[in-house]
């Protein structure tokens, strides 16, 4: 009788199989990606404000972006947040989510529905 596989796909691995290194897709979107050039360290800012700043600055000037310097700007962000995911501590969070609803007002948008 064979041995039963687990979801990782072998025999004894568990669910969740390690990623081997170098395999971070993230890490690539981030640094071969079309979307717009970023100032260094944008998202390292403890202000939520200059964050979102920081942003439209980028977003407006960049050329290689394929929609609206908002939507690149919130697309930008939202990856951010994602790609942080479960080690982005609370403090980093709260200010990446208050830089949306900052974004939203530099940009002159109606604040999101919850």
Known sequence: MSARRTAGGSPGQGARAKAKPGRKWSAGVMARSDAMDLEEGVFKSRSARQVALSLKRSAEASHRRKSTPFRSAMSMLSFEINRGGRNLSAERKRVLNQAK??????????????
């Open 101 to 114: 609803v900052e974004l939203r007002k530099v940009f002159h948008r109606e604040p999101a529905r919850h």
